[in-house]
């Protein structure tokens, strides 16, 4: 069977190990065609060469090996119009841009089966998005060398700005385990003086205070009134980018290893046309 | 209310976590109480001076603050029969033993909450105990690193050694991770030519191997024969008791802050006598 | 002997670690007082408790066990006239305006010994600052990832902000570690078109670029009209005071030993009013 | 100009770097050659694709990924003498070995320039060999991690057993940077019953004891006796060739690049016949 890989959309960590584990499990009794730099290579048939000694070097590394791309739907669909397959499937790596706009229309042309990876963790139908564990931990050893440095130098806000895009799942997941007082989400109104008052009482119960906002809340335009509100000086911090590229968890590099065992067993019953989810941590397909 | 606070057995990553969080929600309006060095120190009334700043520093630092001990039952059982608690409560973090054993001697003197905590993950009655991910994320990275070294010096066996005591759930949750062929555990038999025979069939497939192996099979004194029998060089490699003290992963600070809250909520509802279980990600509570 | 401890100003990776040093080679035969949160605990006799336990789970962990803090000069001039030192020699841990502001003043009422320790190895008459290389060490580390994800998905420019006040050391460092083409300090003037060319040039050769910005430069102001000029995305990345808080590398921990023992000498040799420096990787001391 | 480029011997944290370093600034100008798996891929005149991508986002991991060898002096000499050069110069990133006999050896048939790359640190003429740092960081994590657990649970022994082969260099840099009271190298004696005084010396004074042992002296011979002697348990952790696949640290990147830099003007000035080294910080070249 002739099956081609691509990753697509925003890369995440995992990618790469779920790339290793399709390498391990599918190339002994097929040829595996690697895409460029995602459906942008596909469209002009550009492939890169990877081999398992490349996939074992970068096994836990963030990023996508063969290169991944966020490309206009309308472009796309008229490309593909006249785009010839030369692969019996295409097994896509992507976030839900990826799976169900560029995957639906793909999936007309040639089988599919998708694997949703991506850091924000908002793909409908699946409770898991690969590389979501993996940026979490990022986060958290973040916020541990801020509570190192909030506690020895006092009287300051800390702000950690995560990524998620418009979603505020990962700030959500990250607060949370902490415990953080302050969780701003795009999905939740806030106020800002209600905010100030608990930063303030954080301050004054503990020396310094902690809380995690979502890119998609924009908090730096209200920085200024926010520090002028809570009487203390407001030290954001915007990783921002970093984290994407992170080491994959432990978490990740097992589920890539289930999702890779899943999506081998939908080949084998001719399951395609769908993409492979996580609920209750069964794995399991939906249509795409 | 007066809380006495202790930890016992092996030290596993996340306790120092847990300790923050239940200090977080516990400080305020109950006297906390940290008994050093586990069950020896309680007994000797030693107590450890504990606060939030140094619980902040060390946050996600492996070991516990506040010390541990194994102590021997017996030994216990005839202390505790002329000790005098001063306190309403003890909690304690501890692994099978220290819970099922001391807890329960202690449980009929004084009202107990149990909280399993231990890498090995071996606790009845409960799917996760507090350290194990953060194990399997240090060991993650051992294995990261033998891959890399793996293929770029080829025909090397390398065998990673995990802790686990006479279990073998870390070595098969992170041997399954990598899809490893080779997962030697105390629970299985395995024949040393049928192991042999696959190392040697990886090194002509990959280039190198990599297996792992449960502490409990002590494969150290069958290494010799194996070295012979696969015909290629065997690494082993055995970090040892260094996995213990590893920082705490995302997960297990995330579990430790839903641990805190739902000991919490005993406390409220006066549920003693009881460690907490974690089943189908739900947490509950099992009698001691 | 007497010996007061104090760390004054931001706190810096490796503080601990030298803590840890000296608590182990001056405690059997001295008195040791750590004042809490620098020069305020000083002034208000506030000490804290700390041990070898606390010292050793803490290690290489960013932050201040015992607490800093940055004072008002005149402030402090005014305090310490009516101070009374109950100490036979102060031990100092800070930066350059701690050791020569403070230390200074400090100097002329008690024996003083200052350790040079600030993430902007910016102290006059010393190669080298204690957690200096901890910073370098992380800020690679984000580089990294930024490589990752950059090769993943081209056409966009990284700018990874560093720390350093109005000083360029770290910036200058980490760049050149990278070999970037965009390394933009306060001490140098830059020219905006200039500096949107080569990012463009990068970009068109590897398909991205990364550039290294002192937060001295305040790129922010000027992100807009770089991004025009260059054409493409530009991704600001401020991990901002994460950054202080990270681990110390094995550089860090190895000069922190080597200070505490130059330090003891100076003890012994009655060498006071001094602080410690590292000239082509010998130790001396210079007066403070 | 047509440069071959080839690893050889064990594989070193930094070579990915100064690979990645060497095709930013040579690949313009001149054909790579990458020969797989050292100097036997050389002599089968097998290559390595390697691109700028896979580069970056292998930049600071361990390992090499063109591959590397350990090959025999008198079957490399033998083939040597009738392999025909297609390189105009052969830029040979090695250990001691692969210097000094390869590399002498293949200067006598193409111009080579060797680069000292071994994490054994024991190159004649240079005081640093690429890779070093990074592995002392890895072994100073790992003790890291001992401390926490050690002053957990009192009362053992934790012996560290570094790489190095024959020699010491990482055993006593990585011992007495954390002022360890013992640590053992193949360079110098010890009696066993001095060792065990000063470890039980340590347990008495601080509850538990770390030394740093070369894997050179075997000491897994003399455990049992060591701990009858000390009369504490001990635990050798031995975490063997992981060490070796670790990350490369800031200094080994900085390193890296200025070595790259050297390089070059070794081209440009047609200075052959030589490997670069490190003296008092200042980088220069030394007879081959």
Redesign the interface.
């Known amino acids: 069977m002739r099956i081609g890989i691509v ?1 697509s959309g ?2 995440a960590p995992g990618m ?1 190990a779920l790339l290793y ?1 399709l390498y ?2 599918l190339s002994n009794n097929n040829e595996l065609i690697f895409y460029q ?1 995602g459906f942008v290579g596909l469209i002009e048939n550009k492939t890169k ?1 990877i081999n ?3 996939l ?10 063969i ?4 490309v206009n739907i309308n472009w796309f669909r008229n490309e593909i119009k006249t785009y010839r397959f030369e692969v019996d499937l295409l097994v896509l790596l992507g976030g839900g841009g990826s799976l169900r706009y560029l995957g639906r229309e793909v999936s007309e042309y040639v089988p599919v089966i998708g694997v949703p990876c991506t850091i924000d963790n908002d793909v409908p139908d699946t409770e898991y998005t690969l590389g979501f ?1 993996s940026v ?2 990022f ?4 916020i ?11 009287n ?1 806000v ?1 702000l ?1 700005e995560t990524l998620g895009g418009n979603t505020g799942f990962l700030a959500q ?2 607060g ?4 953080s007082k302050i969780i701003l989400t795009p999905e939740e109104q806030f106020n800002l003086f209600e905010v100030a008052d608990i930063l303030k009482m954080n301050i004054k119960e ?2 310094f205070a902690i809380g995690v906002v979502s890119e998609g809340v924009s908090i730096e335009n209200n920085i200024e009134e926010l520090e002028k509100q809570c009487e203390n000086k407001i ?12 080491n994959a ?3 990740d ?2 589920i890539s ?1 289930r999702l890779s065992d899943y999506l081998v067993k939908c080949i084998e019953s001719n399951t395609f046309g769908v993409y492979l989810t996580v609920v ?2 069964i794995l399991s397909s939906e249509n795409i």
Chains 1, 2, 3, 4 share one sequence.
Request: glycine share 10%; aromatic share 10%.
């Open positions: 990753t925003g890369d790469n584990h391990q499990k730099n060469e398992f000694d490349l074992s070097n970068s096994f836990n590394n963030g990023g996508s090996l290169g991944t791309s966020r564990d979490c931990n986060y958290l050893q973040t541990n060398y801020m509570l190192r440095t909030g506690i020895a130098l006092k300051r800390f950690l997941k990250v949370s385990a902490i415990n503990k020396g030290r954001l911090c915007k990783p921002g980018h970093i984290a994407r590229g992170c968890s432990f978490y590099i097992e290893n209750n941590n």
